[in-house]
């Protein structure tokens, strides 16, 4: 399906070049309606139901009056101007395939929140791992899940979101960037973003691409809800990975249902504890309420995983519909890698997929 894009522009020649440019390049992608005039520009919109609107900035355009499923950005001079009126910017002067990227970037976003999983890759897969119970070892699974795939011969990214996750416990390789120069990125928004994703990301002698932990954790919690959107929006718009392994902390606050909400899975690890199944359980209900006036529900994409299990103490839980995708025992005595490469030889990532 073609995303129907709405230009607004003055400058007559402009439009044309911009027009033509995106008509030539990005016909399979594009619906292109072209507009000098506001009254001409508002009207269509409702009528044609349009995706994205970009006016310029000399244009008033009040996104309160646009439809609900219309994103917007000002079509602005100079790539200094990061926002005008708290909205997206544009700099028109700069290579179309650019200009194409951060229109994706900004529709994939606005869809995103609107939808919920409604995506511009349908190639790349996002795959979430969380917990409400603490210990029972999450990351270690992500870090496993993202080694699964690439065995597989899947292009995969472990992608650690976490506040105080550190993805060099689990993967290793010599690199100068790490996640604090993406950060820049994202927070200057001067930076050429894809690039910088492409030149900070390293890559295990295993095969799976993953950033390094920023300088200081203080870096990861400056990052805004749609910083955070932004980011991932722009890794799968990127075309680079069929699958990217996100490792979050859990919640149920708008912050990180924004991101779930662009997960095709949500996995879920317990260990089979009282306490871990009662956390569960209380967090599959929230999941539940908070979605029950919600236009794509998050707990059908849920599925659990049981670690460190225990036949002898430990016990499935009962009284929610949720997927499991099976367990694994307690590993005495091994070191992280010895349980990842023990992980990867079990089936539990394929039963996700």
Do not use: W
């Not at 910017?89 to 900004?106: E, H, M, P, R, V």
């Not at 390789?173 to 690039?195: R, T, V, W, Y």
């Not at 979605?291 to 499935?316: M, V």
């Amino acid at each position: 399906m073609k995303i129907k894009l709405a230009i607004l522009e003055k400058d007559k020649n402009y439009l044309n070049r911009i027009v033509s440019a995106f008509g030539t390049k990005y016909s399979d992608k594009f619906e292109v309606y072209s507009f000098t005039e506001y009254e001409a520009a508002m009207q269509t919109l409702n009528e044609v139901k349009i995706d994205v609107l970009v006016a310029s900035d000399v244009f008033e355009i009040d996104p309160e009056r646009l439809p609900g499923r219309c994103s917007f950005a000002h079509f602005v001079d100079s790539a200094d101007i990061d926002m005008l009126n708290n909205q997206h910017t544009i700099c028109k002067f700069q290579k179309a395939d650019l200009i194409y990227k951060q229109i994706l970037s900004i529709y994939s976003e606005h869809a995103g929140s609107i939808t919920g999983l409604k995506n511009m890759d349908e190639d790349c897969k996002l795959i979430a791992f969380g917990s409400p119970s603490g210990g029972v070892g999450s990351s270690t699974m992500a870090a496993a899940c993202a080694l699964y795939f690439t065995a597989q011969g899947k292009k995969t990214l472990y992608l650690n979101l976490e506040n105080y996750g550190s993805s060099d416990a689990f993967f290793s390789a010599e690199g100068q960037f790490d996640m604090s120069d993406i950060i820049f990125a994202l927070k200057s928004k001067k930076a050429n973003l894809s690039m910088k994703l492409e030149s900070c990301v390293r890559q295990d002698r295993r095969g799976v691409y993953f950033y390094s932990p920023p300088k200081l954790a203080l870096d990861m919690m400056e990052l805004s809800r749609e910083e955070l959107l932004r980011l991932i929006s722009e890794i799968r718009l990127t075309g680079s990975y069929e699958y990217v392994i996100l490792d979050t902390d859990f919640g149920a606050d708008k912050y990180r249902l924004a991101i779930y909400h662009q997960a095709h899975s949500l996995v879920i690890t317990g260990d089979g504890s009282d306490i871990s199944n009662l956390k569960i359980h209380r967090a599959y209900c929230a999941l539940s309420t908070l979605e029950q006036n919600a236009d794509s529900p998050l707990t059908n994409r849920l599925c659990l995983i049981y670690n460190k299990f225990s036949n002898k103490t430990g016990k499935t839980i009962d009284g929610i519909d949720i997927k499991t995708a099976g367990g694994v025992p307690r590993y005495e005595y091994a070191s992280t890698e010895q349980i990842i490469s023990q992980l990867v030889t079990t089936d539990i990532f394929e039963k996700i997929n």
